[in-house]
Nanobody, 121 residues
Framework: QVQLVESGGGLVQPGGSLRLSCAAS????????MGWYRQAPGQQRDMVAA???????DYVHSVKGRFTISKDNAKNTVYLQMNSLKPEDTAVYYC???????????????WGQGTQVTVSS
């Protein structure tokens, strides 16, 4: 079992920046994937950014060049640096991890409870 706790959300004006943090209860160094999803009211939860165990990062097109995902294995923490924020970035942001259990040979998904990001003037 992995617990994920997000922090860093809040209210910011368009063009501003926020950095989200996701603290994991277990080591993230061997997790297959860590990422951030977001969900606006009435919409599905979509992946925003993800980073693999090797450090390869992927982003949804709408945030490329503005958001940066990173991780600190020593701190068991994943970050999402969000710059040049737009009103359409407003959503609840969820931390996500995908881990592999070598004993059961299964993958497991874990979710944080989310942190609200509101971009408004």
């Amino acid at each position: 079992q992995v617990q994920l706790v997000e922090s860093g959300g809040g209210l910011v004006q368009p063009g501003g920046s926020l950095r989200l943090s996701c603290a994991a209860s277990k080591s993230i160094s061997d997790m297959y994937l860590m990422g951030w999803y977001r969900q606006a009211p009435g919409q599905q939860r979509d992946m925003v950014a993800a980073i693999s165990s090797s450090g390869t990062a992927d982003y949804v097109h709408s945030v490329k060049g503005r958001f940066t995902i990173s991780k600190d294995n020593a701190k068991n923490t994943v970050y999402l640096q969000m710059n040049s924020l737009k009103p359409e970035d407003t959503a609840v942001y969820y931390c996500y991890s995908r881990s592999h259990d070598p004993t059961s040979m299964t993958f497991r998904n874990y979710w944080g409870q989310g942190t609200q990001v509101t971009v408004s003037s």
